[in-house]
């Protein structure tokens, strides 16, 4: 018997495991493997061929019972986040914010997400989902401007710009020295450089690293917030940690505790000059600060009180602040400090939160954090407007109608099929394997999203696959050259190039990073490895004797 088809099904009901439940495919394979291994002896290898694309349809019909399926703005509606540019952009700039924002939806693991410019000053995100844990952290995604900066000292050793975006991933924190979650990268021979010689005889100072770090800002707190995460309530030393951590050659950011300073005495540097402060003291000195001519930016409490260490030394370090997005503050170790210049580095740093929940928090501060360092740092300042809900601009009328023309283009091929060869014999199988394969690409496509970029792709595979079907026909009734096997294997040498073709066009779509095009790519290429592995094996095994008579 030729095992290459029992492979194939396995491997397909191990992938329909990763869409569907775990535990749950995980048994199917088990109940498959005794179930071939025990009938092997009994039925043909075509009879296999058939109970493994039945396999699988039944498989597909019972998800789609179960879970159902998900699609995407244009048929369910979504949420759109307006990005607010903080001063009008080109139409250059724009394309290349844009494209950001695009590349971070993409690799923050959004498929259907789309990104359109509103004249030169907001850029709408729309994504399909209500779900408010999803859409707070595509917001937490789309409000960084993504400038990375590493600080010892008060000057720039390392930044954004010096990162090599092909060496951006992210770091199991089995590998990491007590931190929660990591991102590793590479730097530019440049980077490496400067990093080596500002660095250089500073053993055991910290590297802040920072996340859009302010520069024309101040930051008001109270004595509260500031000692919130501290255990030694040292006021002094609490102060001298946190304005160090602030210190920056250009762009110094000048903290405040609110009980020793008079409002009415500070002055904003420019009218763009920012205060920040939390929820709880926003009523208080709101109306002050604005009075003054700052742009006041609140944010939550929880973001507003530095992460505070104590060293064996006793001094104090803030080795975390959101509010001024410091993300991590670790020590320099000897041996980068004596100038020699070094290529690789991890941002890490903590998650909130116990057990599951703790690990959930750690892989999206390290999805969220790689998402913003491959898409690069945006050109203008951001800030994000209100949220809306949007309606489904085609909606379920557009669903059905999509629908209707699937079931239209199967009356078509029927009929072409009837016309070409004149026999129903011949005409069902197609009819049937097509079905087949629709059934199978919406329940797998459905368990992520299915937009309007997949639909096309579903309709080009069922297309494709009766193309496929024709081939494999056309051999097998060419009884006078060969025996049924060499015309099959005839059929399925045209079938596998076409199918090589087919997959090498979709990769390059695939990782574009074009969000529109990424459905179809993937709808193309599993409707191929569909057809290639189940579906035409099938086919072939239900019209060989039918070619025979």
Known sequence: MDHKYILAMLFLLFAAGVVFYAAYAGLILIFSLIIFGGLSSFWKEKELKLLALAAIVLLALLNMGLNGMKFGIDFSG???IPVILESPASQTTMGEMVDIIKKRASTFGLTEVKVRAVGESQINVEVPSGDPELIASVEDLLSHQGVFQGVVDG????????????TIQ????SYLQGADWGVQFSVTRDGAEHFAETVQGKANYPLYMYLDRPNDAIIILTWEEASANLEIKDRELAKSAIQKVLELDEGNVTAYLYDEVEI???????????????????PLVRTQLEAQGFDVHIVPDDEISPSISQMGTGEFIVDKWEAVGLLSSPMLNPSVTVGTPSYGYIISGAAEGVGQEKQLNAHNNQKSIESILKGGALPIQISIGSKTTIPAPLGEEFLRLSIIGIFFALIAISLFVSFRYRKTKILLPIVAI???ELLILLSILGSFTIDLAAMAGIIAAIGVGVDAQIVITDELLKKNQGSPQDRLENAFAIITTNVTVAIFAMVPLLFSGMVEVIGFAISTIMGSLLGLLISRPAYAALIGQIAEE
């Not at 000057?155 to 092909?166: E, Q, T």
Request: glycine share 12%; proline share 5%.
């Open 78 to 80: 979504g949420t759109r």
């Open 155 to 166: 000057k720039v050793a390392l930044s954004g710009d010096g990162i090599l975006p092909g």
């Open 170 to 173: 992210g770091v199991s924190a």
């Open 264 to 282: 009415s005495s500070l002055d904003p540097s420019t009218n763009k000059t920012k205060a920040i402060v939390s929820q709880s003291l926003e």
């Open 434 to 436: 097509s079905v087949s």
